[in-house]
């Protein structure tokens, strides 16, 4: 059974940073590209970051600068550390696995910044 287990979300005030986790199991993780998409209210979810199983990177527009994807192979980890947490970066966090027509997704964690 696949599962994409997010943690790390919560409120934060503008200019503050937060890092996301995401626990794989169920799946050889290394040979996965993973990604960080989000949803805001009323949006369509977005992708935010992703890495192949290359160590490639790449960013939405929006995020990049600030935030940055990283994986731990070892430990069926990818991360997203988010500085400098704008308002606009509110959203529902997803994790994402693909891997050729294989795709799954975490159940998602809340970021909000407010102050």
């Known amino acids: 059974q696949v599962q994409l287990v997010e943690s790390g979300g919560g409120l934060v005030q503008p200019g503050g940073s937060l890092r996301l986790s995401c626990a794989a199991s169920?799946?050889?993780?290394?040979?996965?590209?993973m990604g960080w998409y989000r949803q805001a209210p009323g949006k369509q979810r977005e992708l935010v970051a992703i890495?192949?199983?290359?160590?490639?990177?790449d960013y939405a527009d929006s995020v990049k600068g600030r935030f940055t994807i990283s994986r731990d192979n070892a430990k069926n980890t990818v991360y997203l550390q988010m500085n400098s947490l704008k308002p606009e970066d509110t959203a529902v966090y997803y994790c994402?696995?693909?891997?050729?027509?294989?795709?799954?997704w975490g159940q998602g964690t809340q970021v909000t910044v407010s102050s």
């Open positions: 994402n696995a693909k891997y050729h027509f294989l795709e799954y």
């Open positions: 169920g799946i050889i993780f290394r040979l996965y590209s």
């Open positions: 890495i192949t199983d290359g160590i490639s990177t």
